[in-house]
């Protein structure tokens, strides 16, 4: 027998019909890659989002074309999002932050036909352009005052393109299942690798990251998503926030300290989102010139660990609550968050802090499974280590044009290729990329972990630990180090602040401070380049 209620396809537009009826009047603040800051509302997105759906239409876009966006967290960005799906094409953000022949790459692999692109990557798209055959003309982000003179393919200012349309327009019909978006993984290993998600998956992603023990979103928060919408689709907080009405703040090109700072206290934001290296820069800038930010509540940090030392300051100094949560851009890409059970609240503080530097709690939607090597399922006793597996409506089952092939195990789990425990109470903690973790004597040591410990140091900048290969242990750990500007830190004053806070065998065999280390386009440890940096390095011990 069948239920008996109404087929409602669960379709992104929807979302922004709902924030323009309910929440119309809720402002999304920008601050404008031409310099100032600007003010629409969810109303003014849905209404220029129809013109933009209606004018690709107009352009010749058809169902299931990719419409690439190289842009900066903007109202011109979220509304080209709704234009996009809504004209049931495909939005493809590219991250800005690739290399030039990796966004080549992309682009033609995607087949994207047209360019949505923010004024600050004209130049960089100049270069390239030759290379980009699919692209029939590139639209730029910004009005007819500020286009600049460019070659580049039929090149029209947003703002001309979209006023030869009047927005008379009804959102072409989807299928929930059919491709919304597409993002593709950064390829720190291999070729990058398109995750393409639907209406339903984007939907149901938005439905669960906005629960109180995720995201918690409601239509009294101000939210600053400084998590870009080229990284990870940007943890749902483009369709989340809508959904519920929150208001949001674009933070634009501008994410330094003072910039994020200058906008969480002038629209008095509750919450907020990013990754890691965002949040140093922030808590240095308000510790230099000793500001507060009364009205933030929440910071939901992920993308790479949070060391407890930031979550310790949000929370001790700045009343901010921390929520820790994992996921990747094959997961929509929320798997995990932090919020604190009740049993486990009650814990002491120093327990209660161990768990919030765990990742957390598989989201509803997501199931997980860590495993070994064979594919057999291993304890959530919190201690032993595991291939992280999920599965869900919010996880890819394979990649763009079949790439990679087959990604699911017998049981449709997806191979995260992160390692992992989870404990008794579900939290899950990341310990290690598969690709980076460090074995010795066969067993595995988390770099991970001393990595967070290590940025506990008043004078570390940043810290990252790679294994090395070693005689008689297979690998041993060595740490890199970057202090802090001005600041010079010993060898022997490191370990020692290691000492007693990771087991013995895990202490580093060697210290070595540099002045940089390189990241991926989103912000993450380079360990392949940090391994090939130091292919021909001996550790001392090993001559022993
Ligand atoms: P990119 O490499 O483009 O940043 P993703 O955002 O998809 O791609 O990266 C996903 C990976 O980032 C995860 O598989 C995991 O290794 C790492 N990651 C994400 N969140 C965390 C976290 N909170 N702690 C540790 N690692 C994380």
């Known amino acids: 027998m069948q239920g008996l209620m109404q087929d409602w396809p669960l379709t992104c537009n929807r979302i922004i019909d709902h924030a323009a009826v309910q929440f119309g009047g809720h402002k999304v603040i920008t601050r404008s890659v031409e310099g100032p800051i600007v003010e629409t509302t969810y109303r003014g997105i849905r209404q220029r989002a129809l013109k933009v759906a209606q004018r690709l239409v107009k352009e010749g876009i058809k169902s299931g074309d990719r419409v690439g966006t190289l842009a900066w967290n903007t109202a011109r960005h979220l509304e080209s999002w709704y234009g996009i799906l809504g004209a049931g094409a495909v939005y493809h953000t590219v991250n800005p ?91 720190t290993t291999g070729r990058p690798k398109g ?28 939210i600053l998503p400084v998590v870009p919408l080229f990284h ?45 290296t965002v949040w140093l820069a922030l808590l240095d800038h308000m510790e230099k010139h000793d500001l507060k930010l009364p009205h933030l509540k929440l910071a939901f940090i992920g993308g790479s660990a949070c060391p407890r030392s930031m979550i310790e300051k949000f929370q001790d100094k700045y009343n901010v609550l921390v929520r820790h949560a994992w996921g990747m851009t094959e997961m929509s890409p929320v798997g995990t968050a932090g919020h604190l059970k009740p049993h486990v609240a009650k814990f002491e503080r120093e327990k209660r802090l161990d768990v919030q530097e765990k990742q957390g709690f598989s989201l509803f939607g997501v199931e997980m499974k860590i495993t070994d090597d064979n594919g057999n399922e291993l304890p959530w006793d919190g201690k032993t280590f595991g291939r992280l597996k999920v599965r869900g409506g919010t996880v890819a089952r394979s990649y763009f044009k079949g790439e990679g092939g087959e990604i699911l195990d017998a049981e449709g789990f997806f191979d995260t290729g992160d390692v992992a425990t ?55 750990p060595l740490l890199i180090v970057v202090p802090k500007k001005d600041k010079k830190i010993g060898k022997t004053e490191m370990l020692e602040f290691l000492r007693g806070k990771i087991a013995k065998w895990w202490m580093p065999d060697d210290v070595i401070f540099v002045n940089e280390i390189p990241h991926t386009a989103t912000g993450k440890i380079l360990k392949t380049a940090l391994r090939e940096q130091f292919r021909s390095y001996r550790l001392p011990s090993a001559a022993e």
Not at 240 to 260: E, W
Not at 447 to 453: A, M
């Open 232 to 276: 990870a689709n940007s943890w749902s907080l483009a369709f989340s926030a809508p959904m519920n009405g929150a208001s949001l703040v674009m933070p634009g090109a501008k994410l330094d300290g003072a910039s994020t700072y200058e906008l969480l206290d002038t629209y008095k934001v509750t919450a907020t989102a990013g990754v890691p």
């Open 97 to 187: 932050r690739l290399f030039p022949e990796q966004i080549v790459y992309i682009v033609n692999h995607a087949e994207d036909r047209l360019m949505l692109a923010d004024l600050t990557f004209v130049p960089m798209l100049e270069q390239i352009a030759d290379k980009l055959p699919t692209i029939e003309r590139y639209v730029i982000l910004t009005d007819g005052k500020h286009m600049p003179a460019t070659k580049l393919k039929n090149a029209v200012a947003y703002e001309d393109w979209i006023a030869e349309v009047d927005g008379d327009f009804s959102w072409v019909k989807v299928d929930e299942n059919d491709a919304a978006g597409m993002c593709y993984t950064s390829g």
């Open 195 to 222: 995750v393409v998600y639907s209406h339903r998956s984007n939907m149901l992603q938005a439905f669960a990251t906005a629960m109180p023990d995720v995201f918690s979103i409601s239509s009294n928060d101000v």
């Open 422 to 476: 989870i404990d008794e109470h579900g939290y899950m903690k990341i310990t290690d990329r598969s690709k980076d973790v460090i074995k010795s004597g066969g067993e595995w040591i988390s770099s991970i972990e001393i990595e967070n410990i290590a940025v506990g140091h008043p004078d570390v900048a940043e810290a990252a630990v790679i294994g090395v290969s070693h005689p008689k242990w297979d690998e041993r």
